[in-house]
């Protein structure tokens, strides 16, 4: 009875050591994920010219419906034109704005069977954002290939439809051509000015590796600027 009674006694003691034995830590090693991508904020300055104008429009919360088809193309494309915040930038620049009824303006071009945009058009007519598109390119690209500025030649006159000296303030346009050997692309720039106030400012971007390029030079009226 006594060898029974220390057995108990020692199994007693056992089994209270062992309830008191510590639990292993739970493991509180966190598995870290990556992190979410941040959506790069849309530029017309990295247009490639090969983007699709649903993927473009989808990836800035957009559709076709938020913006006109009035404005001409040419056959067998169609135009998509808004003046949204989300795509009036350029260079990081915000091209949103306008002068009186007239809106700042971005049109661009895509087929209509495989909407790819083949072209854009930037109009400004805030005098107080002229000179940012020149001032991009020419960071960008250096000096135009080519420049045509009615404003150099001081000893012109300027005549009216019916060939009577205009009178008052000049009205002068100022031409310049970059052209982007690496990307392929194309930048017509024009700029209107009266007296020296800009009034109006167009970027024409052109991708020139287009099978259609000639047709967008010649329906903007650029394939004859070098003569």
Known sequence: MKIAAVNFVLLLALISCTSKAKKPAADTTTVSTPAAHKAEKFDLADLKMNESIDDLLKANALSLKDGSDKESTVMGFESFATSK????????QSLVGGAGKEKN???????QE?????????????ADQSGL???????????????????????TIELDENGDEVKGERNDTKFQVWDDTRSGLSYFLLEKKTGNKVVFEELTVINR?????AMWIKFRGFDGYKK
Do not use: C, W
């Open 85 to 92: 915040p989300e795509l009036l930038v350029y260079d990081k």
């Open 105 to 111: 303006l971005l049109v661009l071009h895509y087929g």
């Open 114 to 126: 495989t909407h790819q945009i083949e072209m854009y058009e930037i109009k400004l007519y805030v």
């Open 133 to 155: 598109l020149e001032r991009s390119l020419q960071k960008k690209l250096k000096k135009p290939i080519f420049i045509k500025d009615s404003s150099l030649n001081k000893s």
């Open 209 to 213: 590796k287009s099978e259609n390029a």
